[in-house]
């Protein structure tokens, strides 16, 4: 009577890197492949090859028992900008790889504090242009008219064009700063 081991493995699906919007602490760099069995050994390597601290490692199994891996990566202030998921089922000795190379200006501060700079700058012009307006507009010949004979006059003066200009300048700034933060993350994200 002969014996027999029979090992059984499954070679996971596509691996994925996902990049999430950095913030102060760093970028996250997130790691997923599914579809392994046994549990497979998962780490980040660099672009000499070695190996990388994760920051966080998590699975799942499926109905299946085939496992779900997870891994992410905190990157601060991080030189080498190629970063590698690797895969490697055990048993059969096969692995995938996933590489992802990351711009430099996503870890550097100086380039987040220029653009903190230039919204700051804008913003403050749009305020002083504003105030400008706002002078012209409510100059102290003008303020007696309108409290002498009620706000009828006083909504015809923001009815000119000079004032609705004024309008549509302030709604144009406004969206923008509601806009550029939201394309900022569609680069990153």
Same mark, same amino acid.
């Given at each position: 009577?002969?014996?027999?081991?029979?090992?059984?493995?499954?070679? !996971?699906?596509?691996? %994925?890197?996902?990049?999430?919007?950095?913030? /102060?602490? =760093?970028? $996250? @760099?997130?790691?997923? +492949?599914? !579809?392994?069995?046994? %549990?497979?050994?998962?780490?980040?390597?660099? /672009?000499? =090859?070695? $190996? @990388?601290?994760?920051? +966080?490692?998590?699975?799942?199994?499926?109905?299946?028992?085939?496992?779900?891996?997870?891994?992410?990566?905190?990157?601060?202030?991080? +030189?080498?900008?190629?970063?590698?998921?690797?895969?490697?089922?055990?048993?059969?000795?096969?692995?995938?790889?996933?590489?992802?190379?990351?711009?430099?200006?996503?870890?550097?501060?100086?380039?987040?504090?220029?653009?903190?700079?230039?919204?700051?700058?804008?913003?403050?012009?749009?305020?002083?242009?504003?105030?400008?307006?706002?002078?012209?507009?409510?100059?102290?010949?003008?303020?007696?008219?309108?409290?002498?004979?009620?706000?009828?006059?006083?909504?015809?003066?923001?009815?000119?064009?000079?004032?609705?200009?004024?309008?549509?300048?302030?709604?144009?700034?406004?969206?923008?700063?509601?806009?550029?933060?939201?394309?900022?993350?569609?680069?990153?994200?």
């Amino acid at each position: 009577m002969a014996n027999m081991n029979l090992s059984v493995a499954a070679f !996971g699906l596509e691996t %994925q890197i996902h990049v999430q919007v950095p913030t /102060s602490d =760093g970028l $996250v @760099v997130e790691c997923n +492949s599914g !579809g392994w069995f046994p %549990q497979p050994q998962m780490e980040w390597r660099d /672009s000499r =090859g070695e $190996v @990388v601290p994760h920051s +966080s490692k998590s699975y799942s199994q499926d109905g299946a028992r085939l496992f779900h891996m997870k891994m992410t990566l905190l990157l601060r202030n991080f +030189s080498d900008c190629n970063i590698t998921c690797y895969v490697h089922n055990p048993v059969i000795g096969e692995e995938k790889q996933t590489s992802i190379i990351l711009a430099n200006d996503l870890f550097d501060k100086e380039h987040l504090t220029k653009k903190f700079l230039i919204l700051f700058s804008c913003l403050t012009i749009a305020l002083v242009l504003t105030y400008i307006c706002l002078w012209y507009f409510i100059r102290k010949d003008h303020i007696p008219e309108c409290l002498l004979t009620g706000l009828i006059p006083c909504c015809y003066m923001l009815n000119s064009i000079p004032a609705q200009f004024l309008f549509c300048f302030i709604c144009s700034v406004t969206l923008l700063f509601v806009y550029l933060p939201f394309r900022t993350r569609g680069k990153w994200g």
